[in-house]
C-alpha cells in the first residue's frame, strides 16, 4: 500500500512538473505552499454567508443559498455531536465518560 501511494504521488508530481514547463503562465497561478491560512477561508466564508443575508430580497436564488447553508450547518453540527456522543459513551475505562456526555 504505501509503494502505490509513494508511487502515485511520484506520478503526480511528474505530471505537475510537465504541465509548468509547458505553460510557464499556468505554472504562476499554482499555490506549491503557499496556502491561504484557515482563519482567512473562515473569515471570508462567514462574509460570504452574511452577504447571501444582506441580499435575501434581491434575487431568489441568494435566499435558496441561505436555506441550503444553513440547513448543513445545522446537519454538520447534529453530526458532530452525535460523533460526540458515541466518543463519550464507547470511550475506554476511566476516560471519564458518564461526566461527558452532551445533552
Keep these: 500500500m504505501a509503494a502505490r501511494m509513494l508511487f502515485s504521488c ?3 508530481a511528474d505530471r505537475i512538473d510537465t504541465a509548468n514547463f509547458e ?13 491561504v491560512g ?3 477561508l473562515i473569515e471570508r466564508l462567514e462574509k460570504k454567508l452574511q ?7 434581491k434575487t431568489p436564488v ?5 436555506i441550503v447553508s444553513d440547513a448543513c450547518f445545522t446537519k ?3 453530526e458532530i455531536v452525535t460523533r460526540n456522543q458515541k466518543y463519550s459513551e464507547n470511550g475506554n ?11
Design 23 to 35: 505553460n510557464s503562465k499556468l505554472a504562476k497561478l499554482r499555490q506549491d505552499g503557499r496556502y
Design 76 to 78: 454538520a453540527n447534529d
Design 38 to 40: 484557515w482563519e482567512v
Design 10 to 12: 511520484l506520478i503526480d
Design 62 to 66: 441568494d435566499g435558496i443559498r441561505k
Design 93 to 103: 475505562r476511566g476516560t471519564a465518560k458518564s461526566g461527558t456526555r452532551i445533552q
Design 51 to 57: 452577504d447571501f443575508e444582506k441580499n435575501l430580497d
